[in-house]
């Protein structure tokens, strides 16, 4: 069964970094691009980074284009997101996702939360 | 950017209504539009990607047309289990936008 499970969330002051992982299971993770996208609570749907399927190319939305990082380590069957200097307006369930047919996102992690407060 | 504009917002329907639900582009973006559909507490589930391609194990109810600048996401035959909120999502270029999200509600 294809699984993608997120994690690493948690309450974080402005200013801190945190690392998100997402591990996947069920299908060659070393075949597929993948996403970060976030929804901040009673929000809609926004994509926060995508990388390729060999990690040499990765591309940001300018909210957190240079604070965020996104990597994978196709070894171990997982995807990172490192998030530094965060801020308020970061908070939100940050969802992984598998990405196909261009940049469509066909299977989703279950999201983990990040808050950012002091 | 490419911006995304959904209408309406919300809507209230009745089970059985038919749907309809638009979403346009600042600028065309061919047929690199995709659908989704988002329950309360839920993960998003693709519905449509290249426009109108059906995702496999997809109900066939559901339909989307368009290119360019203009698309749209149908339910022919609205089933309880459709009430949710719907994204469209542009994948012609990065950033890769979604719209605002249409709530589908029950009337």
């Known amino acids: 069964e294809l699984q993608l499970v997120a994690s690493g969330g948690g309450l974080v002051q402005p200013g801190g970094s945190l690392r998100l992982s997402c591990a996947a299971s069920?299908?060659?993770?070393?075949?597929?691009?993948m996403h970060w996208v976030r929804q901040a609570p009673g929000k809609g749907l926004v994509w926060v980074s995508r990388?390729?399927?060999?990690?040499?190319?990765?591309t940001y939305a300018d909210s957190v284009k240079g604070r965020f990082t996104i990597s994978r380590d196709n070894a171990k069957n997982t995807l990172y997101l490192q998030m530094d200097s965060l801020r308020a307006e970061d908070t939100a369930l940050y969802y992984c996702?598998?990405?196909?047919?261009?940049?469509?996102?066909?299977?989703w992690g279950q999201g983990t939360l990040v808050t950012v407060s002091s | 950017d490419i911006q995304m504009t959904q209408s309406p917002s919300s809507l209230s329907a009745s089970v059985g209504d038919r749907v309809t639900i638009t979403c346009r582009a600042s600028?065309?973006?061919?047929?690199?539009l995709s659908w989704y559909q988002q329950k309360p507490g839920k993960a998003p589930k693709l519905l449509i990607y290249?426009?109108?391609s059906l995702l496999s194990g997809v109900p066939s109810r559901f339909s989307g047309s368009g290119s360019g600048t203009d698309f749209t996401l149908t339910i022919t035959s609205l089933q309880p289990e459709d009430f949710a909120t719907y994204y469209c999502?542009?994948?012609?270029?990065?950033?890769?936008?979604f719209g605002g999200g249409t709530k589908v509600e029950i009337k």
């Open positions: 999502q542009q994948i012609y270029s990065t950033p890769l936008t």
């Open positions: 990388i390729n399927s060999d990690g040499s190319s990765t």
């Open positions: 069920g299908f060659t993770f070393s075949s597929y691009w």
């Open positions: 600028q065309s973006v061919a047929t690199s």
């Open positions: 996702a598998r990405s196909v047919s261009g940049g469509s996102a066909d299977y």
């Open positions: 290249t426009a109108s």
